[in-house]
């Protein structure tokens, strides 16, 4: 007897939260959707939606703000390797382009840097439109792994080497590295910097507060994410392992 053929397999999209469709296509993160929704800013088919519980399905149901439609989009993940006197976002007077216009081709979403780095810094910079685990990556109560290659002034001495480890006290609060070391086999200005402590300008106002100017500074690992073998001012998408790295390190 014959067994009966499995049913081919139908793509039923399943209907999601009005909220996280919003959140998905880039404009904002979830709670300030729900905000859009109550507020009456959001449509969905024409009509005005209020009610926080409603649900969409993508490529079904048309889903408007400011009558502009939105897209909810697959999130995508990005890395770029930031070249010196660069823009993280904003617009430089003299034309130079962003990181956002200089990885626009890597995808047909809008994307956006988590965090920032400064403009005479370079490295790595990870672009998305999950705004949820933008928002969580760059809060300053998140601990988020990074290392820099770093370039001081002059030589650290082996006091302020351990006074990072112990924790220095500046404005904001008492902060440490996790690991620094010599950038080679002699002691010099150029060291490695590995912290978790996730602050505004972390690095450079924690050598400035021991008396040493930071003359470069390239970040070279983010949350488990490497930059090795991507070229200065190129980007490439994360592998979905990567993106599940991420997600498994930043819970």
């Avoid at 926080?52 to 400011?66: A, E, H, P, R, S």
């Avoid at 060291?191 to 040493?212: A, D």
Wanted: glycine residues 8%.
């Amino acid at each position: 007897m014959k067994k009966p053929k499995a049913p081919k397999f139908v793509y039923v999209p399943k209907p999601i939260r009005l909220n996280k469709f919003i959140s998905n296509s880039g404009l904002c993160n979830r709670r300030e959707a729900d905000a859009l929704i109550k507020e009456g800013e959001i449509k969905v088919n024409g009509a005005v939606v209020k009610e926080l519980g409603t649900k969409v399905i993508l490529g079904t149901d048309v889903v408007t703000y400011k009558e502009k439609p939105l897209a909810g989009e697959a999130f995508v993940y990005v890395i770029f390797n930031k070249p010196k006197n660069t823009l993280t976002v904003g617009k430089d007077p003299q034309g130079k382009p962003n990181v956002i216009d200089m990885a626009s081709k890597a995808c047909l979403e809008r994307i956006f840097p988590v965090g920032q780095l400064d403009k005479e810094n370079t490295g790595l910079i990870l672009l998305t439109n999950d705004m949820e685990m933008s928002k969580r990556l760059a809060h300053p109560d998140f601990y988020v792994e990074r290392l820099y290659h770093i370039v001081l002034d002059k030589t650290i001495t082996d006091k302020h080497m351990k006074d990072l480890l112990k924790g220095v006290p500046l404005e904001d609060g008492l902060a440490k590295v996790d690991e620094i070391r010599y950038v080679g086999d002699e002691e010099g200005p150029a060291l490695g910097v590995r912290l978790s402590v996730n602050r505004k300008r972390i690095v450079k106002n924690l050598f400035e507060h021991l008396g040493y100017k930071v003359e470069k500074m390239d970040r070279v690992l983010f949350s488990g994410i490497t930059k090795r073998d991507l070229p200065r001012g190129r980007w490439r998408v994360l592998s979905d392992k990567e993106v599940s790295f991420l997600k498994m390190a930043n819970r």
